[in-house]
């Protein structure tokens, strides 16, 4: 069983920056892909980035040069370093660890960027 954490969330204005982190509990952190998703209201939950067990990263057009993936396994932990933040990065971003056979989400965090 593995449970996730997210925090970082929060209120930035237009052009700022945040970073969420995602705490993993349980062990074999690092064979997981560890993804970030988000949802806005009333639209379905997108991928925003994912990382490998192995590092390979991949990002949704709308973030790529903005948003960066990366983990940290001896920390049990996934960070999301978000630049550059529009409006329309507003939504609940969720943390997801994957491998065969499991598949597990976080709660979420809330990022809202407004002026």
């Known amino acids: 069983q593995v449970q996730l954490v997210e925090s970082g969330g929060g209120l930035v204005q237009p052009g700022g920056s945040l970073r969420l982190s995602c705490a993993a509990s349980g062990s074999m952190f690092s064979i997981y892909t560890m993804g970030w998703y988000r949802q806005a209201p009333g639209k379905q939950r997108e991928l925003v980035a994912a990382i490998t067990g192995g590092g390979s990263t991949n990002y949704a057009d709308s973030v790529k040069g903005r948003f960066t993936i990366s983990r940290d396994n001896a920390k049990n932990t996934v960070y999301l370093q978000m630049n550059s933040l529009k409006p329309e990065d507003t939504a609940v971003y969720y943390c997801?660890?994957?491998?065969?056979?499991?598949?597990?989400w976080g709660q979420g965090t809330q990022v809202t960027v407004s002026s």
């Open positions: 997801r660890a994957t491998r065969i056979m499991y598949d597990y």
